[in-house]
């Protein structure tokens, strides 16, 4: 089992930066592909960036050129810098882990997610 906990959401201004955080434990996962996906109010869960073992990195293109993730592997973690914030970025994002090494973009390929944190961008 891992566990996986979330932090760095907030409310920011439209044009403005938040860095989310994940912290891994439970098990490493240095070997393991990990994800982001958001999912606001109505809408399905939707994938937003993905980073293998090697740091191999694929983007939506929504949050393509905007958004950054990056792993840790040493302090176990993910993180996913986001820039240029739009209101269309409203969400709440979740943090998840693949149980092998695949870069998926699909949500239900992920095996272990954390509880999300809530990202709030104001017009």
């Known amino acids: 089992q891992v566990t996986l906990r979330e932090s760095g959401g907030g409310l920011v201004q439209a044009g403005g930066s938040l860095r989310l955080s994940c912290a891994a434990s439970?098990?490493?996962?240095?070997?393991?592909?990990m994800g982001w996906f958001r999912q606001a109010p109505g809408k399905e869960r939707e994938f937003v960036a993905a980073?293998?073992?090697?740091?191999?990195?694929r983007y939506a293109d929504s949050v393509k050129g905007r958004f950054t993730i990056s792993r840790d592997n040493a302090k176990n973690t993910v993180l996913l810098q986001m820039n240029r914030l739009k209101p269309e970025d409203t969400a709440v994002y979740y943090c998840?882990?693949?149980?092998?090494?695949?870069?998926?973009?699909?949500?239900?390929?992920?095996?272990?997610w954390g509880q999300g944190t809530q990202v709030t961008v104001s017009s």
């Open positions: 980073v293998t073992s090697d740091r191999l990195t």
């Open positions: 998840a882990a693949d149980g092998g090494n695949r870069n998926t973009v699909i949500a239900t390929m992920y095996a272990y």
């Open positions: 439970g098990r490493t996962f240095s070997s393991v592909a």
